[in-house]
């Protein structure tokens, strides 16, 4: 066996290496109490943070349920449809029903009458065939002989009002867009008090119908009352002795 001097090794270096030794292994004075003693200082502090320092208290969280009104393609699981009470006329579905049985002939001239008089030689000359032929003009150079297909651009034609916008959108692209109000139907919604307060134009009245109206009935109610105005409710000696509802209409009382 090789002795220190060998290697070239005197005794401080051994007893270098053999603290160093002594060290690593924890069996040292240092290795063994100052260790000790600063896990305990650390243990210490610890637990003195603890009792100075309380844990804070987490809040449970609250779910809050959220209302509101959910258009057709967003119904689904977990959705609260917001109800919003609205005013409807009193007997309202009565009234409808009657109006339906009286004009379940369709012999009324809206049911009969259509664009293909526009070019009846015996009819007086009017604007609107001014505006026909305008509109004519417009639809072949813009649209291809085809009509737009959105009420903002319809009634930007020549002599096309809202009324006829909405119901070339039913007829045409079969889409409801709105109720199409003429004469007719404003005087016949204020006569049965289907508005909630009187509406001095027909405008104003497919604003009031349709705040209450439901949607499904949009799309009949032009040719419904429009029919019924022709034959029963007309604007000035109204037969009301021949309405089913006579009973129920305010302005036959």
């Known amino acids: 066996m090789c002795s220190p001097k060998e290697f070239g090794m ?8 053999t603290r160093s030794l002594s060290r690593g292994l924890g069996t040292g ?8 003693a600063h896990l305990q200082r ?13 844990v804070k208290r987490q809040r449970k969280a609250q779910s809050l349920n959220v209302a509101y ?35 379940s002939g369709k012999d009324a001239p809206v049911d ?30 813009n649209y291809g002989g085809d009509i737009p297909a959105s009420v ?15 119901l070339a959108m039913a007829v045409a692209w079969g889409t409801v867009s709105g109720i199409a109000v003429d004469t007719h139907v404003h005087r016949i919604a204020n006569r049965l008090r289907w508005t909630k ?23 009949e109610i032009n040719g419904l009352l429009v029919g019924f105005g022709q034959q029963i409710c007309l604007p000035v000696r109204p037969r009301c002795h021949a309405c089913l509802n006579q009973a129920l209409c305010p302005a036959a009382q």
Not at 10 to 17: F, S
Not at 152 to 166: C, R
């Open 10 to 17: 005197n005794d401080a270096g051994v007893r270098m290496v």
């Open 29 to 36: 004075p240092r290795g063994n109490g100052e260790e000790a």
């Open 42 to 54: 650390g243990e210490a502090a610890a637990e003195g943070r603890k009792i100075h320092h309380p």
């Open 69 to 103: 009104e959910a258009s057709d393609g967003e119904k689904g699981e977990g959705t609260n449809v917001l109800k919003v009470p609205s005013w409807e006329p009193q007997d309202w579905r009565q009234q409808l029903a009657n109006i339906r049985t009286m004009r």
């Open 112 to 141: 009969h009458l259509g664009v293909e008089h526009c070019y009846d030689a015996s009819a007086p000359p009017k604007t609107k065939v001014k505006y026909i032929k305008q509109t004519s003009a417009i639809l072949q150079q």
């Open 152 to 166: 903002a651009e319809l009634v930007a034609l020549p002599g096309v009002g809202p009324k006829m916008a909405h």
């Open 197 to 219: 307060k009187v509406t001095k134009h027909p405008e104003g009245t497919r604003a009031a119908l349709e705040e209450w109206l439901p949607r499904d009935l949009w799309s």
